[in-house]
């Protein structure tokens, strides 16, 4: 329990960690689209500016005669522009609209003035502040102080056509729809953000859920593989430690009651350490590659002499062994023989052991394309499907007769499995629970 606490509470570390760095992410980026987004539509309005009064500028050139003086004809000309000496009243009634009433519509004003800065004529809807004096930057930003709309202004001077100063052509729009558009931009970041971070946050914990599962089940594994390990070496201890106590207990021990006490503590210690043995093994292969000898290994040998040594074993618990082995080739594996031996001895004694009297293990070698496969069929109690699926894992056994009655530490099948890896080889399993197993070895041929 924990350990689930521990690992619930790294997962919200590493949610939170990853759901931050994602954000200050995004928002960084959030904020170089909106520099981004805002720097092109200016440069746009300064350019359709631009275009703007370049176009003003072709069209009041030929009627620029006398500086500071805007006579009839540009008058006519324009007829939307109004002549603030005549306050006006002389603007064109016409139905038709001209080039200065098209850029009102769409927000633009047109102011011309004299040398001194004074406004003579004027176009559009002006801002209520204007810069005042004979010097105007070419660029400005004014803003309405009545309703404080903010106005983008670019300024060119005028020329008579001896090239004599006549005054000054200002063209400015308004801002209004442009920070309409930036504060658009604005609200759906800042709305954006926080819902990106929610599915940041809820797809990173997802996240690190998958991330964590591979370490997460190798610590369950190790907790298990700890509780196992005790268990078995607590049982031969405390067997151990029940009989030297019952030897202690007795002021005389004959010699015969002496062997026996003896003899039982070299079993349970000769248990001991063939466990440590497999332990080690086991960690080993975790830690690195096995070191394999290399010698060539006549398999067929291998099998003959396991079926030799088995033959007793089988015969007291009732049990027919039958071997099937080619004669005509010996089926050499390039290998360790000791762990090959090994392995083949687990495949073998496994069968016997969960094999009840008046069945059958047959053992069956031969050749397919470039390897060998030794298959060890039983009539045995069988495995069920839930079970093969950890068959190989360690400490591991099925219930009813694949219990720890049968005296085994549940290692044998994890070091069958690690033994042919290292050879480059295979071990699976087929069995159907109440009929029997059948174990098939692969190795690739030398």
């Not at 005549?86 to 038709?96: G, L």
């Not at 405390?238 to 030297?244: C, D, E, M, S």
């Not at 009297?357 to 397919?368: E, F, P, T």
């Not at 159907?432 to 190795?443: A, D, N, R, V, Y």
């Amino acid at each position: 329990m924990k350990l689930d606490k521990s690992f619930a509470l790294l997962r919200w570390r590493l949610a939170f960690w990853y759901t931050g760095v994602m954000g200050l992410g995004l928002g960084l980026c959030g904020l170089a689209v909106y520099e981004a987004i805002v720097h092109v539509q200016r440069l746009n309005l300064q350019q359709e500016l631009e275009v703007v009064t370049e176009r003003l500028y072709e069209q009041l050139i030929p009627v620029l005669r006398q500086p500071g003086q805007l006579d009839r004809t540009a008058e006519q000309r324009f007829p939307g522009l109004c002549v603030i000496e005549f306050d006006c009243q002389h603007q064109s009634e016409e139905p038709q609209r001209d080039f200065l009433e098209t850029l009102d519509s769409h927000d633009f004003y047109v102011r011309l003035l004299n040398p001194s800065g004074q406004s003579i004529a004027k176009a559009g809807q002006q801002p209520k502040k204007s810069p005042s004096g004979s010097k105007q930057e070419q660029w400005q930003t004014l803003r309405d102080g009545t309703i404080g709309d903010a106005y983008r202004q670019l300024s060119r001077p005028l020329r008579t056509q001896d090239n004599r100063l006549w005054g000054t052509l200002q063209v400015g729009r308004s801002l209004r729809n442009f920070d309409h558009y930036v504060l658009s931009v604005r609200l759906i970041l800042l709305l954006g953000l926080p819902l990106a971070m929610i599915l940041i946050g809820g797809s990173s914990y997802w996240l690190t859920h998958l991330a964590m599962q591979p370490a997460y089940q190798s610590y369950k594994k190790m907790q298990e593989f700890t509780s196992d390990a005790a268990h078995e070496l607590r049982t031969p201890l405390a067997a151990t430690l029940a009989t030297v106590d019952s030897a202690l207990r007795l002021q005389q021990i004959p010699e015969a009651e002496v062997r026996d006490v003896l003899g039982a503590i070299r079993r349970q210690t000769i248990r001991l350490t063939q466990l440590a043995s497999d332990l080690l093994f086991l960690s080993n292969a975790d830690q690195q590659p096995l070191v394999l000898k290399q010698m060539p290994c006549c398999l067929r040998d291998i099998v003959n002499d396991l079926v030799e040594e088995f033959g007793a074993m089988a015969t007291v618990a009732e049990i027919t062994l039958i071997a099937e082995v080619p004669t005509s080739e010996s089926l050499q594996i390039l290998g360790d023989e000791e762990q090959l031996y090994c392995l083949i001895s687990n495949l073998i004694s496994n069968a016997i052991q969960y094999t009840p009297a008046g069945g059958q293990v047959k053992i069956l070698l031969n050749r397919i394309d470039h390897q060998a496969r030794l298959q060890v069929q039983d009539t045995g109690v069988g495995i069920s499907a839930e079970d093969q699926a950890r068959i190989f894992d360690r400490f591991y056994r099925a219930n009813a007769d694949r219990s720890r009655n049968t005296g085994g530490s549940g290692l044998g099948l994890s070091i069958a499995q690690a033994i042919a890896q290292a050879h480059g080889g295979s071990l699976r399993v087929q069995s159907k629970l109440g009929e029997g197993s059948m174990f098939t070895l692969q190795l690739p041929l030398a």
